[in-house]
């Protein structure tokens, strides 16, 4: 609903005429060509989950509900939905909100016992992410997350 959102104010010159002409406006609306790398069914799922957990912080639903539309809310059985699945395991733990806060902050977070430096455990969970050259999970971050669960109180 959003585009057409868009599209309406453009049509009652709420949008600035001056900045955008009507072939511009059509050009960023238009479906881009997928890259080489959108042929990786796992690489796709895990962009999905990246994709929709992002949104998910600071959209409302209906453009929610519009990504999945868009994009397809069923996953192809095997790689692409293992990737989604494992993304979302990953980004939906506490553990990586803290895997990403500064060290002096997860310091004031999180005492570690026996002098146990949280910061260098939650490595795998930094490492996973675009951000730091990962491709959104891993078998060791996944590892981690569901010993974590049982070991730490």
């Not at 790689?79 to 500064?102: D, H, I, N």
Request: net charge negative; proline share 7%.
């Amino acid at each position: 609903d959003h585009l057409e959102g868009i599209r309406a104010q453009w049509a009652r010159g709420g949008l600035s005429a001056n900045t955008l002409s009507a072939p511009e406006l059509e050009g960023l609306l238009r479906v881009p060509p997928v890259p080489d790398e959108l042929q990786d069914p796992a690489v796709v799922g895990a962009k999905q989950a990246l994709a929709l957990r992002t949104l998910a912080l600071g959209v409302g639903p209906s453009i929610l509900e519009d990504f999945q539309r868009v994009v397809g809310s069923e996953l192809r059985p095997g790689p692409q939905a293992e990737a989604f699945e494992a993304v979302e395991e990953v980004y939906s733990s506490g553990r990586m909100l803290l895997a990403v806060q500064e060290p002096e902050l997860l310091r004031l977070l999180v005492h570690g016992r026996d002098g146990l430096d949280f910061w260098q455990t939650l490595q795998p969970l930094r490492d996973v992410r675009p951000v730091n050259g990962g491709r959104g999970y891993s078998q060791e971050a996944l590892d981690m997350l569901r010993v974590l669960n049982f070991n730490v109180n």
